[in-house]
C-alpha cells in the first residue's frame, strides 16, 4: 500500500483559484486511476474528479467547468486546478487511487467513487478554505 500525499491547498477569496498537487512517494502514478475528494464538516466525503490512465477525465456536476484534472509530467502526477472557487467549496481534500487503470464512479454519475479506493492510498488531505 502506498499513501498518497497532496498539497495545494490554503485559503482564497470567491472567485479566486487554487492548484492541488498529489503524487505518491517512490511510485509512479501514470499507470493507475486517480481520483480527488473533499469532506466539509459534518458532511460525508465527496467525489470530485477522476483521471483514468488513458487521461480521461471525470467531474462531479458541482464542479464540472470550474475544475480541471490532469496529469504532470514531473514529479507531481495528478493536479487539481480549480477556478472559479464558490463558498460551497471548502473543505479537506484529498487524493486517491484505487489501483485500477480506470475510475470507478458512483452508478449514474461521474463522481468517483469512495467506496472503491484502496483504503491504504488515503493521505492526510490538504485543506481547502473559501472565505472573503
Known amino acids: 500500500q502506498v499513501q498518497l500525499v497532496e498539497s495545494g491547498g490554503g485559503l482564497v477569496q470567491p472567485g479566486g483559484s487554487l492548484t492541488l498537487s498529489c503524487g505518491a512517494p517512490?511510485?509512479?502514478?501514470?499507470?493507475?486511476?486517480v481520483s480527488w475528494f473533499r469532506q466539509a464538516p459534518g458532511k460525508e466525503r465527496e467525489g470530485v474528479s477522476c483521471?483514468?490512465?488513458?487521461?480521461?477525465?471525470f467531474y462531479s456536476v458541482s464542479v464540472k467547468g470550474r475544475f480541471t484534472v490532469s496529469r504532470d509530467n514531473g514529479n507531481i502526477p495528478v493536479l487539481l486546478q480549480m477556478d472559479n472557487l464558490r463558498p460551497e467549496d471548502p473543505g479537506l481534500y484529498f487524493c486517491?487511487?484505487?489501483?485500477?487503470?480506470?475510475?470507478?464512479?458512483?452508478?449514474?454519475?461521474?463522481?468517483?467513487?469512495?467506496?472503491?479506493?484502496?483504503?491504504?492510498?488515503w493521505g492526510q488531505g490538504t485543506q481547502v478554505t473559501v472565505s472573503v
Open positions: 486517491a487511487t484505487d489501483f485500477a487503470s480506470v475510475c470507478t464512479l458512483v452508478r449514474d454519475t461521474e463522481r468517483p467513487d469512495p467506496r472503491a479506493i484502496d483504503s491504504g492510498s
Open positions: 517512490g511510485m509512479a502514478l501514470d499507470i493507475y486511476a
Open positions: 483521471i483514468a490512465s488513458s487521461d480521461a477525465t
